[in-house]
């Protein structure tokens, strides 16, 4: 079966444009993150979704940050009025439920470039 | 401070040999913890899991240790190959958590012909 898929793969855009990420789980997974990877840096939590819950958005650095998952599947990244530190990749994975124990799956990730 | 740090923070090797990656946490209570291999320009996947009650576990020419009690894991990488080129990362989650991870800065190796 297909894995986590994100588009764009590539996003260069100027300072101060708002950008949409894009996120497909694989499917039946309940559980999808966002993380954060800045040049030579660990991955940073930005949001998790859990099946129909209220997502635990504690990662997300500041309210320019936003993300929403439609129907349980697909999920959108958007960042408004883009910073040059906001450059960075960001990564998407998912998981069966979201349990420690679960394995999750990340996609290839979108490297966003703010010029 | 992180809750988990890795060691070294980059290694070069030449390929036939091995090499040992560290790993320490502090994240309690715990629960398991990974080895995954990232590539450049790809995301990390998934080597190895281990829970408290487990001290090895091996994935091919990957092979992880965890000593629960002292809060340090090992990933020993045997004759590598080229394609072990990578950043190795170490992931922590504490018992009953959900969707929290915590990620160590991973260690960059790279295996030289």
């Known amino acids: 079966g297909a894995g986590v898929s994100q588009s764009p793969s590539n996003k260069v855009t100027e300072k101060g444009k708002d950008v949409e990420l894009r996120c497909d789980p694989i499917s039946g997974h309940t559980a999808l993150y966002w993380y954060r990877q800045s040049l030579g840096q660990g991955l940073e939590f930005l949001i998790y979704f859990q099946g129909n819950s209220a997502p635990d958005k504690s990662g997300l650095p500041s309210d320019r940050f936003s993300a929403e998952r439609t129907g349980g599947s697909v999920s959108t990244l958007t960042i408004q009025r883009t910073q040059q530190e906001d450059s960075a990749v960001y990564l998407c994975?998912?998981?069966?439920?979201?349990?420690?124990?679960?394995?999750?799956?990340f996609g290839p990730g979108t490297r966003l470039t703010v010029l | 401070k992180n809750q988990v740090e890795q060691s070294p923070q980059s290694l070069i090797i030449l390929e036939g040999k091995n090499c040992t990656l560290q790993c320490n946490y502090t994240v309690s209570p715990f629960s398991n913890l990974r080895w995954y291999k990232q590539d450049t320009g790809r995301g990390p996947v998934s080597l190895t899991i281990?829970?408290?009650?487990?001290n090895t576990k091996s994935n091919g020419r990957y092979t992880a240790t965890l000593d629960a009690d002292t809060k340090q894991s090992s990933l020993h990488i045997t004759a590598s190959q080229l394609s072990d080129s990578a950043s190795y990362i170490c992931?922590?989650?504490?018992?009953?958590?959900?969707?929290?991870?915590?990620f160590g800065a991973g260690t960059q190796v790279v295996v030289t012909p």
């Open positions: 281990m829970t408290f009650s487990e």
């Open positions: 992931v922590v989650s504490a018992r009953g958590s959900w969707g929290k991870f915590q």
């Open positions: 994975a998912s998981s069966l439920e979201g349990r420690s124990t679960d394995t999750q799956y």
